[in-house]
Each structure stands twice: as C-alpha cells, then as structure tokens.
C-alpha cells in the first residue's frame, strides 16, 4: 500500500487489512520519493495516492480500493439494500472528514483557520455524530454500522 | 428524485434511469422549497440532496443511489475487478469535476475565479482526459469505460461530460481541449449521441 504518512485516505485500508488479517507492506511516500512514484504512471496510474499494488496490479482510489478489499473479504453485503446502507455511510464518512482536512490544510492563516475549527467543533460535528447516531439506532444491531457484522462503513467511521 | 435545478450530483442518476426505461417524478427544489425539505428528516435524512424516494423509502447521497440503481438494473458488475474498475472510474469523475465546481460556485473575486478557470484548461482538463483516454483504450471495448456494456462509471463521466465539458456556457473553450484525446471523444460523442433525445430534451442548467 502506498500512501503518505497520513491516516486520511489510507487509513480505512490499513484498517480493514487488520481486520481480515491479511499482512502487506506500507509504504510511506514523502518529497523525492512521492515525485518519482507519481511520475511512474505503471505504478501509479492517475498521479495520485493511495495504490493498493496486488498481484502485479496497481490500483487507485481510495473508495474503489477499499470496495475491492471489501468485496474480497466479506465486508461488502451482497444484498443491495444493506449495500446501499454500507455506501450511504461511506459517503457520508466522506462528507464528515473533508471540511476538516480542507479547515486543517488548506485554511490561508492561522486566524481562518482557529474560527474554521470553532465553527466546526459547534456546528459540524454535532450534525454528524447525529446523523451516525441515528444510523445505528435505526439498525438491527447498534453494534455495527449495517447489519450485524463488520463491513467497510465501520472501518471507514474508524477510521475518521 | 429529489434536487436542485442543477445537473450536479443527480445528473448521473437522471441519465441511467433514462437508458433503464424508468419513469421518475424529477422534483427540483430550491429556496424556500428545499428548506421545508431539509428540516424534514423524515424525507431528507442527512440535511443534503440527491434523495431518491423508492418504495416508500427516502435514499440519500448520490454516489449510494447510483451504486444501488445500478445494482438493481445491471450496470454494476458482479466480478469484483471490473466492479473495481467501474469504483475507479466513477471516483476519476468526481475528482475531475470537483474543482471545477469549486472554481465555478466557490471563488468569490472575479479575478481570481478568471485565472482559475485558465489554470483548469491548462493543467486539469488536459490530465484528467488522459486518464480516461487511457482507461478507455486499455479496455477490452473502446466505446465502453468497462467492460463491453453500461455501467454507471459511463453515466458518470457522461453527466460530468455535459456539465464540464459539451456545455453551452463551456464548450467553446472545452472541445478543442478534447481534439487531442480521439478515442475519449469518439466515445463521448458517440454516448452522447445515443442519448439524444434525453440530451435535448433536459432543461438548461448552469452546471
């Protein structure tokens, strides 16, 4: 698996290979390295991390990535109703980390950037633990995002 | 299908169910409208749109409706390396239509929305057609993204295609772009085409 040495997007794969026991290498790529793995589009096909190198293949994105490994493993429902519950929350994980990664990196200064994470700590995460909370009240188990075993919702909420 | 009068996140939705045969009550809303439906957790369970209402139930976030619509109606392939493809494809789209968004709805100053919009049809349109140039021509069929049927990775990059690109407000400064990615332009023209009707049928929106 190469990433940075982020959780971020690498982080709900690392998490999930854990669960399903399945050893890999993790490779963290910074500064010289990144440039020379981004250039080489064999290993690294749309300029971006992280890529999931399995069986001489390389694979991008994230989201995908984590679906294959989900769909491998067990952790991807075969019912398309419970499938869909498991991709709602995913993507909704996605909507709970980007305004903060995005308050994190990307603010102009510091000054932003302290009323961003006011303004989060206020408005967002309340609204987001909430909508979490209301999935798994509304679940058969309250001990899994869907269903009643693990699937790749829980580790990407882990995750995040 | 509940959104604004955007193409937007549910453009993608709207065009596979077309290609389905499916009838859908296509309800924009906005202002005041969309307020009473966001305060309605019933009917709008996380505050945002696309919500598909099927059956009785209300479905929230694009990116699942679309996964499930294609589940049920046999674009979303059942072996998991081309499912994996099609994930890929679908999250190339998104990444190649979110900062043109941003450039379009989010940069306040004029001057600085200008220049990136320049940046964008210097950098970003010419990358990401390669990507999908590449994916394109790597397929066993050129006039599919994956595989040699629809799948929802083609009625993604096909409502990013008509939003970023064949565009009336874009597509001066946009195609010529393409010219240089043939058999991505064959194949979004030709998809284009076979959704005519679709196509010209649909409201003009902004994006």
Request: charged residues 25%; negative net charge; proline residues 4%.
């Amino acid at each position: 698996l190469y990433y940075f040495g982020l959780y971020a997007r690498g982080e709900p794969i690392r998490v999930l290979l854990n669960h399903a026991g399945v050893e890999y290498e993790n490779v963290t790529l910074a500064g010289e390295a990144w440039a020379e793995f981004k250039a080489d589009t064999t290993k690294c096909p749309f300029g971006q991390v992280p890529v999931l190198e399995k069986d001489g293949k390389f694979l991008a994105q994230g989201g995908a990535i984590v679906r294959y490994l989900g769909g491998l493993h067990g952790y991807y429902p075969e019912d398309l109703e419970q499938r869909f519950k498991v991709d709602e929350t995913c993507d909704l994980v996605g909507d709970f980390m980007m305004p903060v990664a995005t308050n994190h990196f990307k603010a102009k200064d510091a000054e932003e950037k302290k009323e961003g994470w006011a303004n989060l700590l206020k408005d967002h995460y309340p609204k987001f633990f909430a909508f979490f909370e209301k999935t798994l009240k509304e679940n058969s188990s309250q001990d899994f995002i869907v269903g009643d075993s693990y699937t790749i919702a829980d580790f990407a909420l882990l995750s995040v | 299908l509940y959104y604004f009068g955007l193409y937007g996140r549910a453009e993608s939705i709207r065009i596979l169910l077309n290609h389905a045969g499916i009838e859908f009550e296509n309800v924009t809303v906005s202002g005041a409208t969309f307020a009473e439906f966001k305060a309605d957790t019933t009917k709008c369970p996380f505050g945002q749109v696309p919500v598909l209402e099927i059956d009785g139930k209300f479905l929230a976030q694009g990116g699942a409706i679309l996964r499930y619509l294609g589940g049920l109606h046999g674009y979303y392939p059942e072996d998991l390396e081309q499912r994996f493809k099609t994930d890929e494809a679908c999250d190339l789209a998104s990444d190649f239509v979110m900062p043109v968004v941003t450039n379009h709805f989010r940069t306040k100053d004029a001057e600085e929305k200008k220049e990136g919009w320049a940046n964008l049809l210097t950098d970003h349109y010419p990358k990401f057609f390669a990507f999908f140039e590449k994916i394109l021509t790597e397929n066993s069929s050129q006039d599919f993204l994956v595989g040699d049927s629809y799948t929802i990775a083609d009625f993604a990059l096909l409502s990013v295609y008509g939003s970023v690109a064949n565009h009336p407000l874009r597509k001066d400064e946009v195609l010529p772009i393409l010219e240089n990615y043939p058999t991505l332009k064959a194949y979004l023209e030709g998809k284009w085409e076979a959704q005519k009707d679709y196509f010209d049928s649909r409201d003009e929106c902004s994006f």
